[in-house]
């Protein structure tokens, strides 16, 4: 697993403000540019920008037609980098996401031919409708950021961002995302329907055509770049850290969780918050950040008792009634989060 460096050399005071001028300013055009697509969802489209500030993959699982995989190809658009789709298929094949090696026959020798995992944005569509053979393929490229093919290891372009939608288990034709692979998403959010208003909008808008059609780069690659840099020089006292360590610890001692968050949620836990900090123009993290990203970021990867499942609990109530628990650095009390 990356290490998240905790100790870098502090820039100058006006270094750090133009950081976080960029990393606002583009925050704010990739919003605009996405909001204008997907109507009424801005919480939404915030988490995804977090997500991918934060060097995250992002789970977006809902029911079918509520902009799922809209939102995901408006952040790809509005980035002027590289994009690949792969449509999840129950016959999809692990070379298909990773790349083969082909014999050339002029030359003699074996010729790699890459896959659609080397994009800067991939997206793909219904993960869950493919095989558990074929989600696997996706673990080494979310992790470690390379592909390895016939022993030979290929590194993936920077930034690397993977956004998958999923239908709910419950619907026809799905496969279980495994553990381990819910664990390499940082966030999973839920679109939902939109608000009769919003809905009513959409009508009027992609009526005659897709605003995708419309939609130009706000950004592009080396930008992204360098403001993920900046969000990397956020810093995290050491209460902070202990905060976040104290969330993890917490679901894994909770009496209805049966598997709690990991090593790995803890880290992006703490990356998630440095994006969000500095979209909020600070320099450093507070205990509003944890507590506004934890739903979206640990939510996903709980494992519910048996007892849970049947008092009919949610993992992402348990992660509140953890948030309510647990001391906050600062105060006397546990508080509510915001």
């Known amino acids: 697993m990356t290490q998240d460096a905790t100790t870098r050399t502090a820039p100058a005071a006006g270094q750090v403000e133009d950081d976080l001028e960029q990393v606002v300013r583009t925050g704010g055009q990739l919003a605009a540019a996405m909001n204008g697509v997907l109507q009424g969802k801005p919480e939404v489209v915030r988490t995804s920008i977090i997500v991918l500030l934060a060097e995250g993959h992002l ?36 070379s298909d996401i990773t790349g083969v090696s082909i014999f050339n026959q002029d030359q003699r020798r074996f010729e790699f031919r890459p896959g659609a ?94 605003p995708l059609e419309d939609l130009q780069p706000v950004t592009d690659a080396a930008r992204m770049a360098r403001v993920i840099a900046a969000v990397r020089r956020v810093h995290a006292a050491e209460a902070v850290r202990q905060y976040v360590v104290d969330l993890a610890t917490a679901t894994r001692r909770h009496p209805q969780i049966r598997l709690g968050a990991s090593p790995r949620a803890t880290l992006h836990l703490l990356r998630a918050s440095r994006a969000r900090a500095a979209l909020n123009r600070r320099d450093h993290v507070l205990p509003d950040d944890v507590q506004a990203v934890a739903g979206t970021v640990l939510a996903h990867r709980l494992l519910l008792t048996s007892e849970a499942q049947m008092a009919r609990q949610s993992p992402s109530t348990l992660v509140s009634e953890i948030l309510q628990r647990t001391r906050v650095p600062g105060a006397a009390t546990p508080r509510t989060a915001r």
């Open 117 to 210: 995992i080397f994009a800067n944005v991939v997206v793909g569509d219904e993960i869950n409708r493919a095989s558990p053979k074929a989600q696997s393929a996706l673990l080494e490229s979310m992790e470690e950021r390379q592909v390895t093919v016939d022993g030979q290891t290929y590194p993936l372009p920077d930034p690397f961002i993977i956004m998958a939608t999923q239908n709910p288990v419950e619907m026809e034709g799905t496969y279980p995302l495994p553990e381990a692979q819910r664990d390499r998403f940082m966030a999973r959010v839920s679109v939902g329907y939109p608000e009769p208003a919003s809905e009513v909008a959409m009508l009027d808008q992609h009526g005659a055509s897709s």
């Open 59 to 94: 789970l977006i699982e809902d029911v079918p037609g509520v902009g799922k995989t809209m939102l995901a190809k408006a952040l790809a658009r509005s980035i002027d980098a590289s994009v690949h789709r792969i449509q999840f298929t129950p016959d999809l094949l692990p």
